[in-house]
């Protein structure tokens, strides 16, 4: 069990690219989520997986944001047309039955 | 809809003192609880958990958490900080009913004076 590992850790962005993060969860864990914290904040819920199955989104969650889980392992969570607004530490947890352990995150910074 | 609130933003304690984070949560079924603890830069930590059972639950580095129905509170103690408890602590409340999905408080940094 090496935990939840995210890549990459730091991201600069300009306003206007797209940017993709990777999540892998600890194995055997059929759920996946993804959360975002925004300085001074607890982390807001975006979406989460169980095993490949897209089961929730949030409205936080604009059109511009998409999340996949092929195969039920890995994800990713893919920013269209950043926006200063996106700046934050992206978190990604896992859990296979209540208790969701989280990855170290990444922190997206849009410049 | 779930919601959790912790009312102190920041709490400043001695190191050796008693410490006490408060959380008052709302959630429309059975909830689950969790505290999660946050260093500066770094992903969340699990402190401790209550799905049911005995309502003072045990968790690691030696805090603990009491679960009260009747106020709708989940309220965390340790008898004693060190300097290495100095961080960010989150609440937080999901459960079955909304796919263990965690709302979690706005958290409360601990600052510990030696």
């Known amino acids: 069990d090496t935990g939840v590992s995210q890549n990459p850790r730091h991201k600069i962005t300009k306003r206007g690219q797209n940017v993709t993060f990777r999540c892998d969860p600890i194995?055997?864990?059929?759920?996946l989520y993804w959360y975002r914290q925004t300085l001074g904040q607890g982390p807001e819920f975006l979406t989460y997986f169980q095993n490949e199955a897209q089961l929730e989104k949030s409205r936080l969650l604009s059109d511009r944001f998409s999340a996949e889980r092929p195969k039920g392992s890995f994800s990713t969570l893919e920013i269209q047309r950043t926006e200063q607004g996106d700046s934050a530490m992206y978190l990604c947890?896992?859990?296979?039955?209540?208790?969701?352990?989280f990855g170290p995150g990444t922190r997206l910074t849009v410049t | 809809a779930q919601s959790v609130t912790q009312p102190d933003i920041h709490i400043t304690v001695s190191e050796g003192a008693s410490l006490e984070l408060r959380c008052n949560y709302s959630?429309?079924?059975?909830?689950?609880l969790f505290w999660y603890v946050q260093s500066p830069g770094q992903g969340l930590q699990l402190l401790l958990k209550?799905?049911?059972?005995?309502?003072l639950v045990q968790g690691i580095k030696g805090f603990e958490a009491e679960f009260k129905r009747s106020q709708s509170s989940f309220n965390l103690r340790k008898p004693s900080v060190h300097w290495s408890d100095a961080a960010e602590y989150f609440c937080a409340v999901g459960g079955k009913a909304a796919g263990n999905k965690l709302t979690f408080g706005g958290g409360t940094r601990v600052l510990v004076k030696p």
């Open positions: 194995s055997e864990h059929n759920r």
């Open positions: 947890a896992s859990a296979h039955s209540g208790e969701q352990y």
């Open positions: 209550y799905f049911s059972g005995d309502t």
């Open positions: 959630y429309g079924a059975t909830p689950y």
